[in-house]
């Protein structure tokens, strides 16, 4: 990361981009956070992996009892963190002050279209799941970008948690479900819901986030 706030690179506007890409010699960079509102795939080459939901918050509030000895069970850490977590961050600026349960149809369709503007997307099923895909999209990106060292069966892995056998809450991950899929919204159940739900009061966490 190459940004105190872990956005990349540069700013909103090709313009603020196309200048960082003239004052650094990074040729890799990563972004934590809200991607800017421009998506050029002609000054930058964009990746993904694209995370089943749920495993996500469960992994991230995992981190977080480590990082920060967290005593807060999941259900109530969850419920001060912003919904559809994957949708906001790669529809970015258009989404980040979105309210819990506020993101509409065009958000989704507006991320699904940049989605499709990134070099590989690759996507890291809940379980056991689908790995023989993932390690094959994984191998693909190491040959994309010529890399001499590819271990594609090398799986970070935070370890088992209890937590990851609680129902998900459906209105918290329908529209990145549905992203997950890689199908239009009017395929995806849940997330018809979700556009029907009442947007709560304040930001995307609700009326208060919890740790992040």
């Known amino acids: 990361m190459v940004q105190v706030d872990q956005r990349c690179c540069g700013g909103d506007t090709r313009e603020e981009q196309y200048n960082f890409t003239k004052s650094t010699n990074f040729d890799f960079v990563a972004n934590e956070n809200y991607m800017y509102a421009n998506l050029d795939p002609t000054l930058f080459i964009h990746v993904t992996i694209l995370r089943d939901?749920?495993?996500r918050y469960v992994s991230h509030f995992g981190h977080v009892k480590r990082a920060y000895g967290?005593?807060?069970?999941?259900?109530?850490?969850i419920r001060g963190q912003p919904d559809n977590w994957n949708v906001r961050h790669i529809c970015g600026t258009r989404c980040m002050l979105r309210p819990k349960f506020g993101l509409s149809r065009e958000d989704y369709a507006y991320t699904r279209a940049?989605?499709?503007?990134f070099r590989h997307v690759i996507r890291l099923p809940a379980g056991a799941g689908n790995l023989s895909a993932f390690h094959r999209d994984v191998?693909?990106?190491?040959?994309?970008?010529?890399w001499s060292k590819c271990n594609t069966m090398r799986r970070v892995n935070a370890g088992q948690q209890s937590e990851s056998q609680l129902q998900p809450p459906w209105q918290l991950t329908a529209l990145d479900d549905c992203l997950f899929s890689d199908l239009p919204i009017f395929l995806c159940p849940n997330a018809l819901r979700y556009l029907k739900l009442e947007r709560m009061v304040?930001?995307?966490c609700g009326a208060a986030?919890?740790?992040y």
Do not use: E, H, Y
Not at 70 to 77: E, G, H, I
Not at 114 to 117: D, K, P, S, Y
């Open 53 to 55: 939901s749920w495993s």
């Open 139 to 146: 191998a693909a990106l190491c040959r994309g970008l010529k």
């Open 70 to 77: 967290l005593k807060d069970s999941l259900l109530t850490w």
């Open 202 to 204: 304040g930001n995307p």
């Open 209 to 211: 986030c919890t740790v």
């Open 114 to 117: 940049r989605l499709r503007m």
